[in-house]
């Protein structure tokens, strides 16, 4: 039997075995293994490729997204405007800093959010909002900003799964106050480990966030705020500067795979995500959605092929949040929990693999087609 991994990054990384280990080799033998010339290079080359003025690294995610937050002073009694259909990462941030979640929900279609469903939840405490650039495809961010900007609301870009994704060939990642990153090794670029960092063209978010991440210190030993350890290794930044050189060509593969699952997938009962039109998704994850979600999921393992879903809990439905949300108050991202699937992509999936995929998908439903019961018009 076929067999199609989900995600495999050693045959990811094994493209790049050669640079890979050069570049280990360079910090090794460098002696500087913190904020050194590494870090400092891979700053300046990603704020580049983000078109941003700044770029701080940090070390994951999560905490380019608090420092980000603390950057830009939201903290206790704030409110923040963030999707409900998201990773955990981008509510627990907000928590963290002290400020309260305000819950979004995303456009069914594209299942990222859009401007006009954010006035209904904006309240005198409202501070911020983070368009989270879900599966890769990035916010309609024109929109975004101006209305933030008319409501005097910061704008934080969660752009962990976006590297490199466009809307209307503007890079995400300085659209707003701050960029978001995170190079979580499975991400479309992703280091051998944690890593993250803040893109800006704020020099006063670029300033604080430059401290904030170093114990809030700006001189060695002087420290003006209250700050974290949250530095990016040299190994992961010479590590990253290798992959960001691929990044684009990377993402085109998967553009292609995502194409063909779309041309080979139309006329299944299931909805397909929408092909570009002014965003250019990156595809980090190819999602589709169907009624029949676990059912399908079972199948496809049963023929060998890893899917995965992103997310089958949603963060008000986390036990971490129970005191603070009822369970049915983001019907869509209920919905959407128990529908979503991720099928493999990757820069490393070849077209055959795709076409296997889709023709299991094609004999699910040819099954089921024969059951009674199963009513298309259910989507
Ligand atoms: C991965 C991810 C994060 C968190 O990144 P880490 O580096 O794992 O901390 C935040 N938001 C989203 C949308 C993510 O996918």
Redesign the pocket.
């Known amino acids: 039997m076929i067999t199609v991994p989900f995600l495999d990054l050693k045959r990811q990384n094994q493209e790049l075995a050669r640079d890979l280990e050069q570049a280990t080799f360079r910090v090794v033998q460098s002696g500087r293994y913190l904020l050194g010339p590494e870090t400092e290079a891979f700053e300046d080359e990603f704020a580049s490729a983000v078109g941003a003025r700044y770029c701080v690294a940090v070390a994951?995610?999560?905490e380019a997204?608090m420092i980000a937050l603390k950057a830009l002073h939201v903290g206790p009694g704030d409110e923040v405007l963030v999707p409900t259909n998201?990773?955990v990462?981008?509510w627990l941030a907000v928590t963290l800093v002290g400020a309260e979640v305000v819950g979004i929900e995303p456009d069914p279609e594209t299942m990222v959010i859009r401007a006009e469903t954010l006035e209904a939840s904006v309240t005198p405490r409202t501070r911020a909002v983070i368009p989270?650039h879900?599966y890769g495809r990035p916010c309609p961010m024109p929109e975004i900003v101006s209305w933030a900007r008319h409501h005097g609301i910061a704008v934080i870009e969660?752009a962990?799964?976006a590297h490199g994704a466009q809307w209307a060939h503007q890079p995400v990642g300085a659209f707003g106050d701050a960029g978001c990153w995170?190079f979580?090794p499975s991400?479309n670029l992703g280091a051998l480990g944690?890593a993250?960092a803040i893109t800006t063209n704020d020099r006063g978010v670029w300033d604080l966030a430059r401290r904030l991440r170093n114990y809030g210190s700006r001189e060695k030993y002087h420290h003006d705020v209250i700050g974290w350890n949250s530095r990016m290794s040299e190994m992961n930044a010479a590590i990253l500067r290798v992959k960001l050189r691929t990044l684009s060509e990377w993402n085109q593969r998967r553009q292609i795979l995502a194409h063909r699952y779309v041309e080979r997938l139309q006329n299944l009962p299931l909805v397909l995500p929408p092909l570009d039109t002014l965003e250019q998704s990156v595809w980090h994850l190819f999602v589709i959605r169907t009624p029949r979600r676990n059912a399908l999921q079972q199948f496809l393992l049963d023929h060998g092929v890893e899917t995965q879903i992103h997310y089958p809990i949603p963060p008000h439905r986390q036990r971490a949040y129970r005191h603070s949300f009822d369970k049915d108050c983001f019907p869509l991202a209920n919905r959407l929990a128990a529908e979503v699937l991720s099928l493999p992509l990757g820069p490393y999936l070849s077209l055959a693999e795709v076409d296997y995929v889709t023709e299991v998908l094609h004999q699910f439903f040819d099954e089921e087609k024969g059951e009674a019961g199963y009513e298309y018009s259910a989507l």
């Open positions: 994951n995610g999560l997204l998201t990773f990462a981008t989270v879900l969660d962990a799964q995170s979580y991400k944690d993250g």
